[in-house]
């Protein structure tokens, strides 16, 4: 029985998000259609007010609150993160900058040693 209800219950959560889609879909179409001939500023909240909406069918939906906990839950764990001071972060640039330059320089030596030898090789008339 407790299995008939929840079918039942995530049944009726897919059409609650089926039906944000399509007011997503409607108040898109509104806005690049404009059958009403609204101007700009009222095209634009009217849109404002269709995704509002189909954000609140979301939300009541089953994947819309598990979408709700998902963001408390990342909130909280951003909360928990130690942030580097200033300081750290001025010296990390700074290793990261020396690093890249390094990297570049030996890429640049093996393009010419790379470069040298094909031409080399190219220059040799064997036919």
Same mark, same amino acid.
């Given at each position: 029985?407790?299995?008939?209800?929840?079918?039942?219950?995530?049944?009726?959560?897919?059409?609650?998000?089926?039906?944000?889609?399509?007011?997503?879909?409607?108040?898109?179409?509104?806005?690049?259609?404009?059958?009403?001939?609204?101007? #700009?500023?009222?095209? @634009?909240?009217?849109? %404002?007010?269709?995704?509002?909406?189909?954000? +609140?069918?979301? !939300?009541? /939906?089953?994947?819309?609150?598990?979408?709700?906990?998902?963001?408390?839950?990342?909130?909280?764990?951003?909360?928990?993160?130690?942030?580097?001071?200033?300081?750290?972060?001025?010296?990390?640039?700074?290793?990261?900058?020396? #690093?890249?330059?390094? @990297?570049?320089?030996? %890429?640049?030596?093996?393009?010419?040693?790379? +470069?040298?030898? !094909?031409? /080399?090789?190219?220059?040799?008339?064997?036919?």
């Amino acid at each position: 029985m407790a299995k008939q209800i929840e079918n039942l219950k995530s049944g009726s959560d897919q059409w609650k998000t089926i039906l944000a889609i399509l007011i997503v879909v409607a108040g898109l179409a509104l806005y690049y259609v404009n059958p009403l001939g609204f101007n #700009a500023l009222t095209k @634009v909240l009217v849109t %404002l007010v269709v995704f509002a909406l189909a954000v +609140t069918v979301f !939300v009541k /939906s089953d994947q819309g609150d598990r979408f709700v906990h998902f963001l408390k839950e990342t909130r909280i764990e951003l909360r928990k993160v130690v942030w580097p001071t200033r300081p750290e972060t001025i010296k990390t640039t700074g290793i990261i900058m020396v #690093a890249v330059v390094i @990297v570049a320089i030996f %890429l640049w030596i093996i393009d010419a040693f790379f +470069t040298w030898g !094909v031409q /080399s090789i190219s220059s040799i008339n064997i036919f």
